[in-house]
C-alpha cells in the first residue's frame, strides 16, 4: 500500500485497472471495522482494508471472482452477509453485510468524494515543519484536512487526496467556515497569528460550540502568556480550557518535527477520536 493512505493508492491504481471496492454496509455485534470501512481489490494488491483476518481473505476471493467473472460471485453492488464464527475460523460472533461494487477509471471523481465523506475533518493552521510533518502522519489516518496558511508559497506541490490547502490573510479568518466538528491544530509561524486562531476558535465555541478539540503548539510559559492576553479579553478560566497546550502525548520529550507530530497525532485520536461514519 501506498505511504500515502489507501485513498491515494486507490486513486493512483484506478487509471492502470479496475477493481472491486468492498465497503461495510453493516454490522451486528462484534466487528473488525465500523461502517464505511473499506478496501479496494485489484487484479494484484489490496487498497485500504476492513479488518484483515479471514473475513478479509473471503472477502477478496470473491471480490477477484466477480472481477473474473466467475459463477458465483457477487454481482455489482450485491450485499453479502459474513458471520465471524467457525465458518470463517473467527471468534468475534458479529455480522459483517459487504458491499461488492466494480469500479474504473471513469469512477475516481465520485469515488474521491464518496470516500471522503468517512473522514473527520480536522483544521491544521500552520506549514512549518512540524505542520508538513504533522500531514505526513494524517494522510494516514481517517481525517479531512484543511490545511490553512497566511503563506501561500509553503505549501508543496503534490498532496495526498485528503489534504487540502488554503491561504487565508488574516489567518484567523477561515476559523468562521471551519466544518462543525472539526478537529483544529494551531501551529503557525508567528505567536501573534496563533493567539488570534485561538480567539477566534473560543469565539465560535461560544457560537457554536462545534469544534470539540483544539491544540496550540507551545510551551507551558507561551500557554501561560496567552492565557494571560485571553484574560483580558474576557475568556473565562472555563473557555480557556477548551484550548490543549501544549500538544501531544506526556512524556514523550522529542522536539524534532517528525516525533512531535506522532505525539499529537496520537493525543488526538486518544482526546478527539474520528467521527463514527456514517457512509452506507
Not at 23 to 45: C, F, H, I, L, N
Not at 127 to 146: E, F, I, K, Q, S
Not at 255 to 269: C, G, N
Not at 272 to 277: K, R, V
Request: proline content about 7%.
Amino acid at each position: 500500500m501506498s505511504t500515502l493512505g489507501a485513498l491515494d493508492d486507490c486513486l493512483q491504481r484506478l487509471p492502470q485497472a479496475d477493481g472491486v471496492l468492498v465497503q461495510v454496509a453493516e454490522t451486528k455485534g462484534s466487528a473488525p471495522r465500523e461502517v464505511g470501512a473499506w478496501m479496494v481489490v485489484w487484479p494484484e494488491g489490496l487498497s485500504g482494508t476492513i479488518g484483515g483476518g479471514n473475513l478479509e481473505f473471503d472477502a477478496v476471493a470473491q471480490a477477484r471472482a466477480l472481477l473474473q467473472g466467475q459463477a458465483g460471485a457477487p454481482a455489482p453492488g450485491e450485499v453479502r452477509r459474513f458471520a465471524l464464527g467457525p465458518s470463517l475460523g473467527q471468534c468475534c460472533g458479529g455480522i459483517v453485510m459487504l458491499r461488492f461494487e466494480r469500479i474504473g477509471a471513469a469512477d475516481a471523481p465520485a469515488l474521491r468524494q464518496r470516500l471522503s465523506l468517512n473522514l473527520t475533518p480536522l483544521a491544521l493552521f500552520g506549514g512549518g515543519h512540524v505542520g508538513h510533518a504533522l500531514v505526513r502522519v494524517l494522510c494516514t489516518l481517517p481525517y479531512a484536512v484543511r490545511w490553512i496558511d497566511s503563506r501561500d508559497e509553503v505549501f508543496p506541490p503534490a498532496l495526498p487526496a485528503q489534504v487540502r490547502t488554503e491561504y487565508s490573510d488574516p489567518i484567523q479568518a477561515a476559523v468562521h467556515e471551519l466544518a462543525p466538528g472539526s478537529r483544529v491544530l494551531i501551529m503557525s509561524f508567528s505567536h501573534a497569528e496563533d493567539l488570534d486562531i485561538v480567539i477566534a476558535c473560543l469565539q465560535r465555541l461560544r457560537e457554536r460550540d462545534d469544534l470539540p478539540y483544539i491544540g496550540l503548539i507551545g510551551s507551558k510559559t507561551k500557554w501561560a502568556t496567552f492565557r494571560h492576553r485571553l484574560s483580558a479579553r474576557g475568556f473565562s478560566e472555563a473557555e480557556q480550557a477548551r484550548v490543549t497546550c501544549p500538544i501531544g502525548i506526556p512524556g514523550i520529550t522529542g522536539k524534532e518535527p517528525e516525533v512531535i507530530a506522532v505525539a499529537t497525532a496520537a493525543q488526538l485520536l486518544l482526546q478527539a477520536p474520528p467521527a463514527a461514519s456514517t457512509t452506507r
